[in-house]
Nanobody, 122 residues
Framework: QVQLVESGGGLVQPGGSLTLSCAAS????????MGWYRQAPGKERELVAD???????DYADSVKGRFTISRDSGKSTVYLQMNSLKPEDTAVYYCNADLMVVGGLIYRENYWGQGTQVTVSS
């Protein structure tokens, strides 16, 4: 009923930039929040950045000043602009959405994208 489609991952050299995008589609009534998490090998999944319906933004300390999250509400899409990438940013990046969904009833549900690999290496 609801899909999150991610794009934009890849291989980049240290100091380079990438932009991730995540589009939500389906029986969505409203978006409470959307964001990005990442998981490196052998580590737990961690929050990178998120933005709520009021526009409030949170960033992980490790990405402040380098990453920028933004949204296009009309397209139910969230973006993550990643600059000055470091090898330690290498991970699978997952889109996350906290949505109000219509399915007979209206209910709140949390969704994950399939993940996109970001590799920072020379």
């Amino acid at each position: 009923q609801v899909q999150l489609v991610e794009s934009g991952g890849g291989l980049v050299q240290p100091g380079g930039s990438l932009t991730l995008s995540c589009a939500a589609s389906g029986s969505i009534l409203s978006i409470n929040a959307m964001g990005w998490y990442r998981q490196a090998p052998g580590k737990e999944r961690e929050l990178v950045a998120d933005i709520n319906s009021g526009g409030a933004i949170d960033y992980a300390d490790s990405v402040k000043g380098r990453f920028t999250i933004s949204r296009d509400s009309g397209k139910s899409t969230v973006y993550l602009q990643m600059n000055s990438l470091k090898p330690e940013d290498t991970a699978v990046y997952y889109c996350n959405a906290d949505l109000m969904v219509v399915g007979g009833l209206i209910y709140r549900e949390n969704y994950w994208g399939q993940g996109t690999q970001v590799t920072v290496s020379s």
